[in-house]
C-alpha cells in the first residue's frame, strides 16, 4: 500500500472475524487509524469512527485531491 491507497483494511485480506487483529498489525499510524476507523464504521458505531478520522479530515494529501 501507498499514500494513495483508499480504505486500507477493505484493500487488505483476513480471516472472517479477524477484522480488528489486522488493523492492530498495521504499522503506518495513518493507515492504523482510517482502517480502525473502517472497523468502527461497519461495527456500526458511527461517533467512534468519526473521531478516529476527523484530525484527517483537513489533511493536506486529502485537500489536494479535492
Known amino acids: 500500500m501507498d ?3 483508499v480504505l486500507p483494511l477493505i484493500n487488505s ?3 472472517p ?5 489486522k488493523v492492530e498489525n498495521f504499522k503506518d499510524r495513518g ?3 482510517v482502517a480502525l476507523a473502517e472497523l468502527y464504521y461497519f461495527l456500526g458505531e ?3 469512527c468519526s473521531d478516529t478520522v ?3 479530515l483537513m489533511s493536506p494529501t486529502l485537500i489536494s485531491c479535492m
Open 3 to 5: 499514500e494513495n491507497t
Open 54 to 56: 476527523e484530525i484527517y
Open 13 to 15: 485480506a483476513f480471516e
Open 46 to 48: 458511527a461517533q467512534k
Open 17 to 21: 472475524g479477524h477484522a480488528k487483529e
Open 31 to 33: 493507515f492504523h487509524d
